[in-house]
């Protein structure tokens, strides 16, 4: 099965998609992952993604439908996927299905309101050296204000902040308002509360899993 995970930046949605993998095995495929691995490799097409950053250009659908063809190919990929952070637009989503056109899909929204996921993002610090990310307790609370691997100082990333986070949320809504009528169309589309812990929100993940993955099954 093909599983299409969709949720705002703040979701969770990365994390639940690991889960996905370790219970399903359905390979996780990470947009991001896998165009920071194809520049670390030093790919042709890596190479040209690092060129398409380096001058501070945005990488092209063209190259990410190319990546993620690479991923969805792989003999691991056989008995399905779970796609994180793509489709994120019509365009992309009718991409897939030319690459991948019999296969079953589900495709599921993990759902916050905008107050949560503002609460959540603006708890996030990065470390500057070594990239962990570090949420606090309570929004501007920063215990100790030191990375926990590698004690540098925490910063927040401008993508973090508030007025960059509601502009982040806003794109987020406006992408994927017709990605779920497109897949509530094809009866494929399922909205999972996200507000509970991140079992609870896997919990929930799995039975909407277990019964599209039953219902293939027995034929339905
Ligand atoms: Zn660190």
Redesign the pocket.
């Known amino acids: 099965m093909r599983v299409i995970l969709l949720g705002a930046p703040g979701s969770g949605k990365g994390t639940q998609a690991v889960l996905i993998e370790s219970r399903y095995g359905f390979p996780k495929i990470s947009t991001g992952d896998i165009l920071r691995s194809a520049v670390q490799d030093g790919t042709p097409v890596g190479l040209k993604v690092r060129d398409l950053m380096n001058r501070g250009e945005l990488v092209g659908d063209d190259i990410v439908a190319a990546l993620v063809e690479e991923q969805i190919r792989r003999p691991e990929s056989r008995n399905g996927y779970v796609l994180d952070g793509y489709p994120r637009n019509l365009a992309q989503a009718r991409e897939i299905e030319r690459m991948d056109g019999s296969r079953p899909e589900a495709a599921l929204e993990i759902g916050l309101s905008e107050e949560i996921l503002l609460e959540r993002l603006s708890r996030r610090w990065v470390?500057p050296?070594?990239k962990?990310i570090t949420t606090q307790a309570k929004p501007g609370e920063v215990p100790g204000n030191r990375?926990p691997?590698?004690?540098?100082p925490l910063v927040q990333r401008d993508d973090d902040k508030p007025e960059v986070i509601r502009e982040r949320l806003r794109v987020y809504q406006e992408q994927t308002r017709p990605l779920r009528e497109y897949y509530a169309n094809k009866n494929a589309f399922s909205l999972i509360d996200g507000s509970g812990t991140v079992e609870g929100v896997f919990l929930l993940l799995s039975i909407v899993l277990d019964a599209r993955l039953a219902s293939r099954t027995s034929g339905h």
């Open positions: 470390c050296r070594c962990t990375c691997k590698c004690r540098e």
